[in-house]
Nanobody, 122 residues
Framework: QSQLVESGGGLVQPGGSLRLSCAGS????????VGWFRQAPGKEREGVSC???????DYADSVKGRFTISRDNANNTVYLQLNSLKPEDTGVYYC????????????????WGKGTLVTVSS
């Protein structure tokens, strides 16, 4: 069974850091674009970052310079490093994958994880 599992969320103070992991099982993430999305309370889900099948990374303007996406093919995992966190970064973070793609469209991803909660608060 193909699935994605996120981990690494938690409670962190403003200015702090977290590293989120997205582990694939049942399929190889190597040939997939993998995106991170988030959903804040009462808001729609939005794209945060994407690493495509050529390992080119893209970021939402709100996280550029603070978040870094990376891929570890040996461990079939994609990471999202979150630095300089702000309260507005609070939300459930989801990863999703799309086969042989150079983009991560919110409404056209193949597989989704169940999410991990990030709370930024003092």
């Amino acid at each position: 069974q193909s699935q994605l599992v996120e981990s690494g969320g938690g409670l962190v103070q403003p200015g702090g850091s977290l590293r989120l992991s997205c582990a694939g099982s049942g399929f190889s993430l190597t040939y997939y674009a993998v995106g991170w999305f988030r959903q804040a309370p009462g808001k729609e889900r939005e794209g945060v970052s994407c690493i495509n099948d050529s390992d080119i990374a893209d970021y939402a303007d709100s996280v550029k310079g603070r978040f870094t996406i990376s891929r570890d093919n040996a461990n079939n995992t994609v990471y999202l490093q979150l630095n300089s966190l702000k309260p507005e970064d609070t939300g459930v973070y989801y990863c999703a994958s799309r086969l042989t793609s150079n983009i991560c469209p919110l409404h056209d991803m193949d597989y989704w994880g169940k999410g991990t909660l990030v709370t930024v608060s003092s």
